[in-house]
């Protein structure tokens, strides 16, 4: 199993731009990089998916180096709704099972 | 489209009594999984499965059974409950890993205290 290593917590101030790096040391070939963001008596909720580079969608961006031993959410122009706790997960692609959430970190959007 | 539910959303036991959470996709979804999730923690997955009729071990399956008897439904049995499975427990479902976007779908969660 991949594990994953977040920062417990980070603050940010709305419009700033915030990233959270998660270390994946072991990370498989077969593994790809998810990240998810759940809010307090909340299930988690996808954000983001990638395998190397960069990936946008219309929330977020991931940017994973060459040799992927990390990865880095970036979340642009954060708000106060954006307050949530944001899992890294690593999933593998061939086994469900071998899949782990780390113990995310807590970001705080101040005004 | 419900998404994923589960029921009860919470549940209060006392330690020895047995209890089934029930979990119910209508996405089409393959895969389900049922994680539990401790106060200030990440969520640790318990069993899941792969298809109709099959189940597997996850990270922390002990004193939990599960079925998936149908393919829109997964079941989480306690059969003697514990303190130590206080917990928030979430049940997902996902197409299969290695499709173009491997999305896990969270239900909105089943609040348990076992005394």
């Not at chain 1, 190397?52 to 219309?58: D, G, L, P, S, Y």
């Not at chain 1, 690593?90 to 005004?111: E, R, Y």
């Amino acid at each position: 199993l991949a594990k994953t290593t977040q920062p417990i917590s980070m603050d940010s101030y709305e419009g700033q731009e915030v990233n959270i790096t998660c270390s994946h040391n072991n990370i498989a070939t077969n593994d790809y990089i998810t990240w998810y963001q759940q809010f307090p008596s909340q299930g988690p909720r996808f954000i983001i998916q990638g395998y190397k580079t960069k990936v946008t969608n219309e929330v977020a961006s991931l940017f994973i180096p060459a040799d992927r031993k990390s990865s880095t959410l970036s979340l642009p122009r954060v708000s106060l709704s954006d307050t949530a706790v944001y899992y890294c997960l690593v999933v593998n692609n061939t086994n469900a099972g071998k899949s782990t959430f780390g113990d995310g970190t807590t970001l705080t959007v101040k005004p | 489209n419900a998404g994923v539910t589960q029921t009860p959303k919470f549940r209060v036991l006392k330690t020895g009594q047995s209890m089934t959470l029930l979990c119910a996709q209508d996405m089409n979804h393959e895969y389900m999984y049922w994680y539990r999730q401790d106060p200030g923690m990440g969520l640790r997955l318990i069993h899941y499965s792969v298809g109709e009729g099959t189940t597997a071990k996850g990270e922390v399956p002990d004193g939990y059974n599960v079925s998936r008897l149908k393919k829109q439904n997964f079941l989480l049995g306690l059969e003697s409950a514990a303190p130590s499975q206080t917990s928030v427990y979430f049940c997902a479902s996902s197409f299969p890993p290695g499709t173009a976007v491997y999305e896990q779908y969270f239900g909105p969660g089943t609040r348990l205290t076992v005394t």
